[in-house]
């Protein structure tokens, strides 16, 4: 009785065909750039993780909206989930017409926020116009609506002084609210505030336009 042929290749199963080989080395799409590296490529200074963010003292807390409900161990599990950035006089932190899923937490110093306008159809060489929305200060949130609906940004936000600001990720406050579900809901519900009082502010700010028509 002859040997078998170890080096003999299994016949195909009945019906079917021979299997192709899988391909390999295929291209592979391009990973996105994490929070860290947007940040460095808009030209910030990204010095870490916003670790004892209490040790900025308890004005921190009076000063923001956003943190005025929160203890000081809250505090510092908040800025455990956040980035600290640093941008000189000058320099753009949000700019408008960009994508972005993160807001700011300004920490010090003073942001111009800017909205640009077209210019209008009956001088279409004019350049666009910008307007100042406002000037906004420690303890202020930007940022944040682009965050929630991954839409581009409203307004430019540029540092009029040596600015520090606390960086958030859409990321980020999931991972906060499956870790410390506690802090976690706090936050939401003060950005939600935040978000209707911004509405609120608009709707009026509309209501006397038109009522000086």
Not at 56 to 71: K, M
Request: proline share 6%; charged share 20%.
């Amino acid at each position: 009785m002859a040997a078998a042929n170890p080096l003999k290749t299994a016949a195909p199963p009945e019906g079917g065909n021979t299997p192709l080989p899988r391909e390999t080395g295929s291209a592979k799409p391009p990973a996105l750039p994490s929070l860290e590296e947007q940040l460095q490529q808009a030209g910030l200074e990204v010095l870490g993780s916003c670790q004892k963010m209490s040790g900025r003292g308890p004005e921190l807390l009076q000063h923001s909206a956003l943190l005025e409900d929160f203890t000081m161990k809250e505090l510092d599990t908040l800025g455990d989930a956040m980035l600290l950035i640093r941008a000189q006089p000058g320099q753009v932190l949000i700019a408008e017409g960009d994508a972005g899923d993160w807001m700011l937490l300004l920490l010090s110093g003073t942001v111009d926020v800017t909205k640009t306008t077209p210019a209008g159809d009956d001088d279409p060489d004019a350049g666009d116009n910008k307007s100042r929305l406002g000037v906004t200060t420690e303890g202020a949130v930007l940022g944040e609506m682009s965050m929630f609906d991954r839409d581009v940004r409203y307004a430019t936000c540029t540092a009029i002084d040596a600015v520090e600001a606390a960086v958030l990720s859409r990321a980020a406050i999931g991972q906060l609210i499956r870790q410390h579900p506690g802090v976690g809901a706090k936050l939401m519900v003060k950005i939600t505030q935040l978000l209707a009082q911004r509405l609120r502010n608009t709707s009026n700010r509309l209501v006397r336009l038109l009522q000086k028509q």
